[in-house]
């Protein structure tokens, strides 16, 4: 019977510990590094065709403590990249994806698609964090369907 109020007393104390340490991580992020950013809403809007999508015009500095600080941007498609190179990557290479094609934690010019570029072909980064291949075709077919030709379209599927 010794034990029981022990216990209580250690599970009570792990509850108040883990309590703490939540706390703790949320303050830190909050004070530490106020320029943290993950899956914002703030960074997608709703298109009436593609779901959740990136928003167009965007420029964010995405930081995560210890592992990235990068500025990514979208043109006016909402598609990652510069606005001054959407047409002529449009008339290259087509590289949808979910969020690892997409490429928060690097720089744009370290996207895949734009690393093609050291290979001749210009690419179009058309990925979306949380997209899946249903999504990424709907891109396709839509961009299809507004007379965009690409020269090849490469679907990234990644877990």
Known sequence: MAGRPLARRLA???????????????????????????????VFERHPIYGTFNRPNLTLRRLSPGNFDTVIHTNAMGFR??????????????????????????????????????????????????????????VVRDLIRRGYRPRAVVLVLSQ
């Open 12 to 42: 009570g104390g792990l509850i108040v510990a883990v309590v703490l340490a939540l706390a703790g991580e949320g303050l830190f992020r909050v004070a530490v590094f106020p320029d943290w950013r993950s899956l914002r809403q703030d």
């Open 81 to 138: 990249g510069r606005e001054a190179d959407r047409a002529a990557e449009l008339a290259g290479v087509w590289v949808g994806g979910d969020s690892n094609t997409f490429a928060a934690g690097v720089e744009d010019d370290q996207t895949f698609a734009h690393l093609l570029r050291d290979h001749g072909y210009l690419a179009a980064n058309l990925a979306c964090e949380g997209h899946d291949i249903s999504n990424q075709t709907l």
